[in-house]
């Protein structure tokens, strides 16, 4: 894909942003970069981003500046703390936080964006690492349409599936729609195949019948594999995802809609963390379960 006339800012380099970042440098995009950690700047400088020192700097660079950053009190900070993104960013540029935060709070960065000229999206994603690597990510979009038709050419880029959700804050209740379905699914699958394994059938095999019927599904093929291989490195840390579950929890009490399945996992996802399991993929449910049995 040939470069565009959009100027882009990126602001962090983690296990997601890195590869973004790295997909639109890629792409021809002229990518501006800040990280936390000088690492992962000076790699995508090496391969053609630029480097900025600072938040305000990045969007004094940029038309469009993207934030991939662990939580709501960290987007909030980068982009209207002091040095933030909105006292470099110009009237008519776009800021998208493909962070997953709160969407109460991603309605308010965009209504003080947007009372200074500037459109925002909130479009967090889905894919985990792989994703990102691959630039296959499902991207789920809150804001002005005509944002999210502006940014198009930037999400063709970093996913195969981007869909404009709603207004201001609706990519972020479509991100914890999206956790809670991924979360439920993931305990499900480490039940069955436990369940299985304890009942004295080959687990592998029960996950190969599984996959055949309605029990299919992305978790237990990729995550079901994981569990299988005892691999729990992490693509999708559990502790992002506890963090993710309080964003349910709290969009859920304020929505008035019952979630009784997923307070059983928010409970798992936090007794892995009380356990020491933090850092492990969120496949890592699986060992929490183990112990549960006493494995």
Known sequence: ????GE???????GIMGKPMASNLVAAGFPVTVHSRSRGPVDELVEVGATRADGAAAVATASDVVITMLPDTPDVEQVLVGEGGVIEGARV????IDMSTIDPGPARVLAASFGSRGIAMLDAPVSGGERGAIEGTLSIMAGGDAEAFERARPIFDVLGSTAVHVGASGAGQVCKACNQLVVAATI?????????AERSGVDPSKVREALMGGFAGSKILEVHGQRML???FDPGFRIRLHRKDARIVEDAASQAGSPIPSFEIVARQLQRAVDAGDEELDHSGLFAELEREAGV
Do not use: C, K, Q, T
């Open 229 to 231: 291989d005892r691999a």
């Open 92 to 95: 008519g540029s776009l800021v």
């Open 1 to 4: 894909m040939s470069g565009v």
């Open 7 to 13: 100027r882009l800012g990126f602001i962090g380099l």
């Open 187 to 195: 305990e499900a699958v480490a039940e069955a195949l436990l369940l």
